[in-house]
């Protein structure tokens, strides 16, 4: 059975730091890439960044360069997202996607909410 759970998540104070991970079992994880995607209440899903399948190479959303960072561990089957310099702007439910070819799946989302 495949499955992506993602943990994380919380309450964090803008400037702060959080650090998101996305615990893969039940596919060959080395041959997916893997991505974050958030949605805040009203918005349509947006890409945040994404990690090729060996960890060769990331892309990010122009919002959260500099600031974020997508890193993987194969060996572990997890992909991590390393929040920093948070602002209000990011509180949104963030999920895990996983992708090869025309088979992707995805988590169920952890909330992420940055506010004093």
């Known amino acids: 059975q495949v499955q992506l759970v993602e943990s994380g998540g919380g309450l964090v104070q803008p400037g702060g730091s959080l650090r998101l991970s996305c615990a893969a079992s039940?596919?060959?994880?080395?041959?997916?890439?893997m991505s974050w995607y958030r949605q805040a209440p009203g918005k349509e899903r947006e890409l945040v960044a994404r990690i090729t399948s060996s960890g060769g190479s990331t892309n990010y959303a122009d919002s959260v360069k500099g600031r974020f960072t997508i890193s993987r561990d194969n060996a572990n089957n997890t992909a991590y997202l390393q929040m920093n310099s948070l602002r209000p702007e990011d509180t949104a439910v963030y999920y895990c996607?996983?992708?090869?070819?025309?088979?992707?799946?995805w988590g169920q989302g952890t909330q992420v909410t940055v506010s004093s």
């Open positions: 996607n996983a992708r090869w070819g025309v088979r992707a799946y």
């Open positions: 039940g596919f060959t994880f080395s041959y997916y890439a």
